[in-house]
């Protein structure tokens, strides 16, 4: 995932970007997705990274062609990623330990990439054809400890996501 794992990026290298819309695709397709014009930046606050010890605010990475924030860690970083033209299923993820989940009753996928690599994913469905991904890249190279920090951050986002 880019990387940075940045959201769609741990371990899952996320996703093959999509041709760039012209302008006026890119108005409707915004308009019509339910994530509209949803900043990932404003996902998680600073107090709800203050736990994990933030060296600045978060800053706007786009992943794979999607609108994408990072938070960078004394020990790592945390990113959050919208993708508003890709489903959960639509999101490449292949290659990656998968695991089929659920997060406040939505469809998700918690992606670990081989062990050693300090990465966890989770990747949430927002509607059928829209997705988030939550992700931490933890610098002692410990993929628990990338889960950890992703289990605490992923209800915070989902709850700031747009319901289907």
């Not at 829209?130 to 986002?157: K, R």
């Amino acid at each position: 995932m880019a990387g940075v794992l940045l959201l769609s990026a741990c371990g899952s290298g996320a996703t093959t970007p999509p041709a760039e819309p012209s302008t006026g695709e890119q108005a409707t397709s915004e308009a019509a997705s339910p994530v509209g014009n949803l900043d990932p930046c404003q996902l998680l606050t600073d107090d709800d990274v203050a736990p994990f010890s933030p060296k600045k605010a978060g800053e706007r990475r786009d992943v794979a062609g999607s609108p994408g924030c990072r938070w960078t860690l004394d020990a790592g970083l945390i990113a959050v990623a919208v993708h508003p033209d890709r489903s959960l299923d639509q999101l490449n993820i292949d290659g990656e330990q998968v695991e089929d989940t659920t997060l406040g009753g939505r469809r998700a996928k918690l992606v670990k990439p081989a062990a050693g690599e300090g990465k966890c994913e989770l990747l949430v469905e927002i509607s059928d054809s829209t997705a988030a991904g939550i992700s931490a890249n933890m610098d002692d190279d410990n993929n628990e400890s990338a889960c950890q920090v992703v289990n605490q951050v992923s209800p915070l986002v989902e709850a700031k996501l747009p319901k289907s």
